[in-house]
Protein backbone atom coordinates (compact mmCIF):
# COMPACT_ATOMS: atom_id res chain seq x y z
CA UNK A 1 0.00 0.00 0.00
CA UNK A 2 0.98 3.73 -0.69
CA UNK A 3 3.16 5.00 2.37
CA UNK A 4 2.28 8.44 1.16
CA UNK A 5 -1.78 8.93 0.20
CA UNK A 6 -3.26 12.08 -1.79
CA UNK A 7 -6.44 12.98 -2.69
CA UNK A 8 -7.97 13.54 -5.14
CA UNK A 9 -6.01 11.59 -8.27
CA UNK A 10 -7.05 14.15 -9.93
CA UNK A 11 -8.74 17.79 -9.96
CA UNK A 12 -10.37 19.83 -13.10
CA UNK A 13 -11.27 23.55 -12.04
CA UNK A 14 -12.49 26.89 -13.45
CA UNK A 15 -10.02 29.31 -13.93
CA UNK A 16 -10.91 31.70 -10.57
CA UNK A 17 -11.98 28.90 -8.05
CA UNK A 18 -10.18 27.62 -4.85
CA UNK A 19 -9.03 23.98 -4.35
CA UNK A 20 -7.10 21.84 -1.46
CA UNK A 21 -4.96 18.77 -2.33
CA UNK A 22 -4.22 16.10 0.38
CA UNK A 23 -1.26 14.40 1.71
CA UNK A 24 -2.06 11.63 4.47
CA UNK A 25 0.47 9.51 6.40
CA UNK A 26 -0.06 6.59 8.81
CA UNK A 27 2.94 7.45 9.96
CA UNK A 28 4.20 10.46 11.65
CA UNK A 29 5.94 12.73 8.91
CA UNK A 30 9.04 14.51 9.65
CA UNK A 31 9.56 16.57 6.61
CA UNK A 32 6.99 16.88 3.97
CA UNK A 33 7.57 18.53 0.98
CA UNK A 34 5.83 19.69 -2.16
CA UNK A 35 6.79 19.91 -5.71
CA UNK A 36 4.67 20.53 -8.43
CA UNK A 37 5.88 19.03 -12.19
CA UNK A 38 4.88 19.47 -15.85
CA UNK A 39 4.34 16.44 -17.70
CA UNK A 40 7.49 14.80 -18.37
CA UNK A 41 9.58 17.58 -16.45
CA UNK A 42 11.08 17.53 -13.47
CA UNK A 43 10.00 18.21 -10.37
CA UNK A 44 9.80 22.18 -9.09
CA UNK A 45 9.74 22.92 -5.79
CA UNK A 46 7.03 24.29 -3.66
CA UNK A 47 7.61 24.42 0.23
CA UNK A 48 8.84 22.34 3.29
CA UNK A 49 7.61 22.00 6.42
CA UNK A 50 8.59 20.41 9.61
CA UNK A 51 6.90 21.52 12.14
CA UNK A 52 3.10 20.41 13.49
CA UNK A 53 0.65 23.25 12.89
CA UNK A 54 3.18 24.74 10.63
CA UNK A 55 1.76 26.74 7.83
CA UNK A 56 3.90 28.60 4.99
CA UNK A 57 2.49 30.71 1.84
CA UNK A 58 4.08 31.67 -1.71
CA UNK A 59 2.11 33.89 -3.66
CA UNK A 60 -1.72 32.12 -4.02
CA UNK A 61 -0.31 28.69 -2.78
CA UNK A 62 -0.15 27.67 1.26
CA UNK A 63 0.60 24.65 2.84
CA UNK A 64 -0.35 23.55 5.87
CA UNK A 65 0.77 20.53 8.01
CA UNK A 66 -1.33 19.46 10.74
CA UNK A 67 -0.33 19.43 14.57
CA UNK A 68 -0.28 15.36 14.74
CA UNK A 69 2.24 15.59 11.95
CA UNK A 70 0.52 13.01 9.56
CA UNK A 71 -1.56 14.99 7.18
CA UNK A 72 -0.56 18.23 5.51
CA UNK A 73 -2.66 19.96 2.77
CA UNK A 74 -1.94 22.52 -0.21
CA UNK A 75 -4.15 25.07 -0.91
CA UNK A 76 -4.63 27.17 -3.75
CA UNK A 77 -6.36 30.25 -3.97
CA UNK A 78 -7.99 31.83 -7.32
CA UNK A 79 -6.62 29.36 -9.32
CA UNK A 80 -4.57 30.33 -12.92
CA UNK A 81 -4.28 28.49 -15.64
CA UNK A 82 -0.22 28.31 -14.66
CA UNK A 83 -1.35 25.88 -11.78
CA UNK A 84 -2.14 23.09 -14.14
CA UNK A 85 0.37 20.27 -13.39
CA UNK A 86 0.88 17.57 -11.44
CA UNK A 87 1.50 18.12 -7.12
CA UNK A 88 3.89 15.93 -5.38
CA UNK A 89 4.07 15.28 -1.38
CA UNK A 90 6.89 13.88 -0.12
CA UNK A 91 8.36 12.91 3.25
CA UNK A 92 11.74 11.99 4.85
CA UNK A 93 12.10 9.07 6.65
CA UNK A 94 9.50 7.10 5.84
CA UNK A 95 9.78 3.68 7.03
CA UNK A 96 13.57 3.87 7.02
CA UNK A 97 16.92 5.95 7.03
CA UNK A 98 16.68 9.48 4.97
CA UNK A 99 20.15 10.15 3.28
CA UNK A 100 18.76 11.50 0.45
CA UNK A 101 15.24 9.29 0.22
CA UNK A 102 12.48 10.86 -0.05
CA UNK A 103 8.63 8.58 -0.62
CA UNK A 104 6.02 10.05 -2.77
CA UNK A 105 2.62 10.56 -3.14
CA UNK A 106 1.04 9.02 -6.24
CA UNK A 107 0.00 12.91 -7.40
CA UNK A 108 -2.54 15.15 -8.24
CA UNK A 109 -3.27 16.09 -11.20
CA UNK A 110 -4.45 19.48 -11.76
CA UNK A 111 -6.20 20.97 -14.78
CA UNK A 112 -7.20 24.63 -14.70
CA UNK A 113 -9.82 25.64 -17.54
CA UNK A 114 -9.64 29.49 -18.74
CA UNK B 1 23.34 29.23 -9.66
CA UNK B 2 23.01 26.76 -12.77
CA UNK B 3 20.15 24.44 -11.90
CA UNK B 4 20.81 20.32 -11.50
CA UNK B 5 21.27 19.15 -15.10
CA UNK B 6 21.09 15.73 -16.92
CA UNK B 7 22.31 13.92 -19.99
CA UNK B 8 20.95 12.92 -22.40
CA UNK B 9 17.00 14.21 -21.90
CA UNK B 10 16.24 11.81 -23.91
CA UNK B 11 17.26 7.88 -25.05
CA UNK B 12 15.77 5.19 -27.14
CA UNK B 13 17.41 1.49 -26.73
CA UNK B 14 16.53 -1.56 -27.11
CA UNK B 15 16.41 -4.68 -24.92
CA UNK B 16 19.36 -5.98 -23.38
CA UNK B 17 21.42 -3.24 -24.63
CA UNK B 18 22.98 -0.44 -21.00
CA UNK B 19 22.28 2.46 -20.85
CA UNK B 20 24.57 5.10 -19.12
CA UNK B 21 22.62 8.79 -17.45
CA UNK B 22 24.88 11.48 -16.18
CA UNK B 23 23.38 13.91 -13.73
CA UNK B 24 25.77 17.11 -12.77
CA UNK B 25 24.27 18.33 -9.38
CA UNK B 26 23.90 22.28 -8.15
CA UNK B 27 27.24 23.93 -7.10
CA UNK B 28 28.11 23.01 -3.88
CA UNK B 29 25.83 20.04 -3.18
CA UNK B 30 27.14 16.87 -2.45
CA UNK B 31 24.44 14.54 -2.37
CA UNK B 32 22.54 12.84 -5.55
CA UNK B 33 19.46 10.82 -5.72
CA UNK B 34 18.12 9.18 -8.36
CA UNK B 35 14.28 8.04 -9.10
CA UNK B 36 12.62 6.39 -11.12
CA UNK B 37 8.60 7.97 -12.41
CA UNK B 38 6.40 5.75 -14.08
CA UNK B 39 3.14 6.05 -15.10
CA UNK B 40 1.99 2.81 -12.75
CA UNK B 41 4.78 2.71 -10.10
CA UNK B 42 4.91 6.84 -9.76
CA UNK B 43 8.04 8.04 -8.11
CA UNK B 44 10.53 5.76 -6.89
CA UNK B 45 14.16 5.68 -5.10
CA UNK B 46 17.10 4.64 -6.73
CA UNK B 47 20.07 5.46 -4.75
CA UNK B 48 21.87 7.96 -2.63
CA UNK B 49 25.31 9.00 -3.52
CA UNK B 50 27.40 11.23 -0.96
CA UNK B 51 30.74 11.43 -1.18
CA UNK B 52 31.29 8.84 -3.83
CA UNK B 53 29.60 6.60 -1.72
CA UNK B 54 26.30 5.10 -1.71
CA UNK B 55 24.56 5.85 1.38
CA UNK B 56 20.91 4.28 0.22
CA UNK B 57 19.85 2.34 -1.42
CA UNK B 58 16.25 1.27 -2.76
CA UNK B 59 14.83 -1.68 -3.64
CA UNK B 60 15.30 -2.10 -7.02
CA UNK B 61 17.53 -5.22 -8.94
CA UNK B 62 21.36 -5.12 -9.09
CA UNK B 63 21.40 -4.07 -13.13
CA UNK B 64 21.04 -0.96 -11.21
CA UNK B 65 24.05 0.73 -10.18
CA UNK B 66 25.57 4.07 -9.75
CA UNK B 67 28.38 6.21 -8.97
CA UNK B 68 29.54 9.35 -8.09
CA UNK B 69 32.55 11.14 -9.14
CA UNK B 70 34.88 13.36 -6.74
CA UNK B 71 33.27 16.89 -8.22
CA UNK B 72 29.77 15.27 -7.19
CA UNK B 73 28.71 14.52 -10.54
CA UNK B 74 26.64 10.92 -10.80
CA UNK B 75 26.29 8.75 -13.31
CA UNK B 76 23.69 5.68 -13.17
CA UNK B 77 24.08 2.99 -15.32
CA UNK B 78 21.07 -0.10 -16.46
CA UNK B 79 22.45 -3.30 -17.76
CA UNK B 80 20.47 -5.69 -19.88
CA UNK B 81 17.67 -3.29 -20.28
CA UNK B 82 13.95 -4.33 -20.16
CA UNK B 83 10.84 -2.88 -21.58
CA UNK B 84 9.66 -2.24 -17.81
CA UNK B 85 12.88 0.10 -17.89
CA UNK B 86 11.09 2.88 -19.68
CA UNK B 87 10.42 5.62 -17.56
CA UNK B 88 11.70 9.36 -16.56
CA UNK B 89 14.94 9.08 -14.36
CA UNK B 90 15.27 12.17 -12.40
CA UNK B 91 18.18 13.05 -9.95
CA UNK B 92 18.14 15.07 -7.05
CA UNK B 93 20.82 17.57 -5.63
CA UNK B 94 21.17 18.57 -2.03
CA UNK B 95 23.94 20.11 0.46
CA UNK B 96 24.08 16.66 2.76
CA UNK B 97 21.20 14.48 1.66
CA UNK B 98 19.76 14.83 5.41
CA UNK B 99 16.00 15.94 6.01
CA UNK B 100 17.04 18.66 3.56
CA UNK B 101 15.33 20.03 0.32
CA UNK B 102 16.11 18.18 -2.66
CA UNK B 103 16.38 20.19 -6.20
CA UNK B 104 15.31 18.14 -9.13
CA UNK B 105 16.86 17.75 -12.59
CA UNK B 106 14.38 17.83 -15.81
CA UNK B 107 14.95 14.37 -15.87
CA UNK B 108 16.04 11.74 -18.77
CA UNK B 109 13.12 9.82 -20.76
CA UNK B 110 14.45 6.32 -21.54
CA UNK B 111 12.06 4.20 -23.94
CA UNK B 112 13.45 0.98 -24.20
CA UNK B 113 12.08 -1.14 -27.44
Not at chain 1, 23 to 32: A, E, N, Q, R, V
Not at chain 1, 33 to 52: S, T
Not at chain 1, 60 to 85: F, M, N, R, V, Y
Not at chain 1, 98 to 113: A, E, N, P, R
Request: aromatic share 10%; glycine share 12%.
Amino acid sequence: SQELEQSPQSLIVQEGKNLTINCTSSKTLYGLYWYKQKYGEGLIFLMMLQKGGEEKSHEKITAKLDEKKQQSSLHITASQPSHAGIYLCGADRVGGTSYGKLTFGQGTILTVHP
Amino acid sequence: KAGVTQTPRYLIKTRGQQVTLSCSPISGHRSVSWYQQTPGQGLQFLFEYFSETQRNKGNFPGRFSGRQFSNSRSEMNVSTLELGDSALYLCASGRSGGEETQYFGPGTRLLVL
